[in-house]
Each structure stands twice: as C-alpha cells, then as structure tokens.
T-cell receptor
Framework: DTAVSQTPKYLVTQMGNDKSIKCEQN?????MYWYKQDSKKFLKIMFS???????INETVPNRFSPKSPDKAHLNLHINSLELGDSAVYFC??????????????????FGPGTRLTVL | GDSVTQMEGPVTLSEEAFLTINCTYT??????LFWYVQYPGEGLQLLLK?????DKGSNKGFEATYRKETTSFHLEKGSVQVSDSAVYFC????????????FGPGTRLSVLP
C-alpha cells in the first residue's frame, strides 16, 4: 500500500484557473507538509499542518491555501493560477516532531509529486 | 540564508563503480544533515542522517560523514548497482522540531549495466 499518495500526478491548466491537489497518508502521522520544487530543482517547504493547525507558512502567496478535512488528508488549493506556479509539488507526512524527539527522529515520508503546468 | 549545494548531475556510472556525490552547506547554526533518495515514479525517502560533527550516517551501502570544518556531507558508495539509479537530495534542518528542511537541488544518478 502506498504510504503517501497524491492526485493528480500531472495537472495542466490555464492561467487564472483554480485547482486543487489532493494528498492522503495512511501512516497515522499527525503532521503533513507541502513542498514546491522549482525549475532549478530546489525543494522549498510551503506549509506544515499538525492536527489541523498550521505551523509553518513560508511566505507563500495567499492564493495558496492548505485544507485538511482530517488528519490523513492535506489538500492544496490554488486560486488564480499564474505562470510562475508551474512546478512539482510534493506532499509529505511525519510523526508530530514536537513529540518525536528532534529532527533525527522526524523522518518525513514523501508522496510521488504532482507536476503542475500553467499555460 | 541557509542553503545546500550539490554537484550538478546527471552522474552516469557503470555498475560496481565508486560513487561520490558532493554536498556542502551554509547555515547560521549547527544543522542536522540528511540524504534523501527519489526512485523513478516515487516520493523522496530518507536514506541516511547525521546530527553532529564526525557522525557517519549509513544505509544500504551508502555512507556520509558530517564534516563541520568543511561544512560538507558527501555521499559515497563503494560499488553502485543499477537499482541505485535515482535522484539524491542533500538536506539540512536547524529547526529543533525538524520541520523546516532546506533541500539541495538533487543529483540524478544513472548506473549502467
């Protein structure tokens, strides 16, 4: 069984549209994350959610909004898509790092990524 | 700000060759260091980690040593296999809770039979 899954795998859309990327984890983790991998292949964290509480928001435009219907899901909704939003988006999950004893124990499990192309 | 630099790929090797993927970092504090691997069509997986100077992380025949004096965490394997073909990411975190990771750009490795 896939531990962290994302849908869709590929998403092609027009500028100005609103789209969502779904993420689900079956690991029983409390914390989920969204990362953006830009054209230079750098992975940058966008959001971290712990028990439905937003912990990190790394200066991401407010067009991006994470939505967590329950502990196993963290969806990424993007309004008014722009060309610069084209990237690969990765979802990840981990145990609650505040309980896990530090970064050594806070292994993050990643989904396969969603390649978003905005035309 | 904090950053991670990796050697540019792709790296192409023959099976059983020796592998080194260089990683250096810049950080304002004393980070924990990681290597993640992404196999084709899959998400990133933690490969190995180290939290203090001179620590050696190892897994699946891969090793990396935390070198504070050179701010490096180079990944090595003595004899690569075709199944090692993947993208390798070096990463660091200064966050005590390990949430705020900084990743390098990744290095693609192709191993030929």
């Amino acid at each position: 069984d896939t531990a962290v899954s994302q849908t869709p795998k590929y998403l092609v859309t027009q500028m100005g549209n609103d789209k969502s990327i779904k993420c689900e984890q079956n690991l029983g983790h409390d914390t989920m994350y969204w990362y953006k991998q830009d054209s230079k292949k750098f992975l940058k964290i966008m959001f971290s959610y712990n028990n439905k509480e937003l912990i990190i928001n790394e200066t991401v435009p407010n067009r991006f909004s994470p939505k967590s219907p329950d502990k196993a899901h963290l969806n990424l909704h993007i309004n008014s898509l722009e060309l610069g939003d084209s990237a690969v988006y990765f979802c990840a999950s981990s145990q609650d790092p505040r309980l896990a004893g530090g970064p050594v124990y806070n292994e993050q499990f990643f989904g396969p990524g969603t390649r978003l192309t905005v035309l | 700000g904090d950053s991670v630099t990796q050697m540019e790929g792709p790296v192409t090797l023959s099976e059983e060759a020796f592998l080194t993927i260089n990683c250096t970092y810049t950080a304002t504090g004393y980070p924990s260091l990681f290597w993640y691997v992404q196999y084709p069509g899959e998400g990133l997986q933690l490969l190995l980690k180290a939290t203090k100077a001179d620590d050696k992380g190892s897994n699946k025949g891969f090793e990396a040593t935390y070198r504070k004096e050179t701010t490096s965490f180079h990944l090595e394997k003595g004899s690569v296999q075709v199944s090692d073909s993947a993208v390798y990411f070096c990463a660091l975190t200064l966050d005590n809770y390990g949430q705020n990771f900084v990743f390098g750009p990744g290095t693609r490795l192709s191993v030929l039979p």
